[in-house]
């Protein structure tokens, strides 16, 4: 769908774009958002997906405090958390199942 409504320099405000999305759907549509942000489009996105806030050159902003701040991908929440999870899958279950 996005590759069929969006156009190139345009202004595009989306709110969890991944909430009904596989993660190869995620995957299709970071390269539609970025393709289309080179030839001048632009996008803000509300979105706790690590592979949309993975789209390369985005800058992230962080609204979990009283101030708006710049953030590194790698400092995201939603990045350590999967990254936690992929890497130590079950020490993580076994921590929050109290096992």
Same mark, same amino acid.
């Given at each position: 769908?996005? !590759?069929?409504? +969006?156009?190139?320099?345009?202004?595009?405000?989306?709110?969890?774009?991944? &909430?009904?999305?596989?993660?190869?759907r995620?995957?299709?549509?970071?390269?539609?958002?970025?393709?289309? &942000?080179?030839?001048?489009? !632009? +996008?803000?996105?509300?979105?706790?997906?690590?592979?949309?806030?993975?789209?390369p050159?985005?800058?992230?902003?962080? +609204?979990?405090?009283?101030?708006?701040?710049?953030?590194? *991908?790698?400092?995201?929440?939603? *990045?350590?958390?999967?990254?936690? +999870?992929?890497?130590?899958? &079950?020490? %993580?279950?076994?921590? %929050?199942?109290?096992?």
């Open positions: 769908m996005i !590759q069929n409504r +969006f156009n190139q320099n345009s202004l595009y405000i989306l709110d969890e774009p991944e &909430a009904s999305l596989s993660p190869q995620q995957l299709t549509l970071l390269i539609t958002i970025y393709e289309l &942000a080179k030839q001048g489009s !632009q +996008f803000i996105i509300a979105s706790h997906s690590p592979i949309l806030l993975g789209i050159e985005a800058k992230i902003l962080n +609204f979990d405090s009283k101030e708006i701040t710049p953030i590194d *991908y790698q400092d995201t929440e939603s *990045y350590q958390i999967t990254e936690l +999870f992929i890497n130590n899958r &079950a020490g %993580l279950l076994n921590k %929050l199942l109290n096992k």
